[in-house]
């Protein structure tokens, strides 16, 4: 069984701070990688997609993976109220394995900015 | 460009109905899914169309059907809705089958089956 795991928080950051949101996964084949953005009764929403070992930036996201770790991050500069939300972790199976083409989800952290 | 649009929006049900989910995606993608998400259990894939044509089996598919009607649109159907049932449905899209494709969600589909 393909696990992804995040920790469920709640997280809570004062507006500005730089809010760190962490995922580990369990195949060490994966390739691919999402974080989605839930707000409270709506649909996940994509935000960034990661698929090489490093950072990738885009705006106030940066997602950062360590294949090796088997750890992918996601951090939110100058967070704002607005970022409160729960933060999707999603992978992608391997090419050849069951999985693949197939996403697996984490439960999901929940991120709350006080202002 | 409406992306993945999903109707009803609600929907209860009593115990033994049937209901189809209806599910549309604008995009020109070859790729479809459908999702149920509840709590503590996360977002759990319950069908998907890799291609028009085909579908297949994901993590919860008991008790559903699916139809993938042409490239746009795939149906989820209850045959005999259950109480476990109860959930939010998402529909889901991708340019493509297989690794790094992104997936789009809709607005989702609330069920309660009493």
């Known amino acids: 069984q393909k696990e992804v795991e995040q920790n469920s928080g709640p997280l809570s950051v004062p507006e500005g701070a730089i809010a760190s949101l962490n995922c580990t996964y369990s195949d060490r084949v994966s390739q691919s990688f999402f974080w989605y953005r839930q707000y409270s009764g709506k649909s996940p929403e994509l935000i960034m997609s990661i698929y090489s070992n490093g950072d990738k930036e885009d705006g106030r996201f940066t997602a950062q993976l360590n294949k090796a770790s088997q750890y992918v991050s996601l951090l939110i500069r100058d967070s704002q109220p607005s970022d409160s939300a729960t933060y999707l972790c999603?992978?992608?199976?391997?090419?050849?394995?069951?999985?693949?083409?197939?996403?697996?989800f984490g439960q999901g952290t929940i991120l709350t900015v006080h202002p | 460009n409406a992306g993945v649009t999903q109707t009803p929006k609600f929907q209860v049900l009593k115990t033994g109905q049937s209901m189809t989910l209806q599910c549309a995606q604008d995009m020109n993608h070859n790729s479809m899914y459908w999702y149920r998400q509840d709590p503590g259990m996360g977002l759990r894939l319950i069908y998907y169309s890799a291609s028009e044509g085909t579908t297949d089996k994901g993590e919860v598919p008991n008790g559903y059907n699916v139809s993938r009607l042409n490239k746009r649109e795939f149906s989820l159907r209850l045959e005999s809705a259950a109480p476990s049932q109860t959930s939010v449905y998402f529909c889901?899209?991708?340019?493509?089958w297989g690794q790094g494709y992104e997936q789009y969600f809709g607005p989702g589909t609330r069920l309660t089956v009493t």
């Open positions: 999603a992978v992608n199976g391997d090419a050849g394995g069951t999985s693949y083409g197939k996403l697996t």
């Open positions: 889901a899209s991708s340019e493509d």
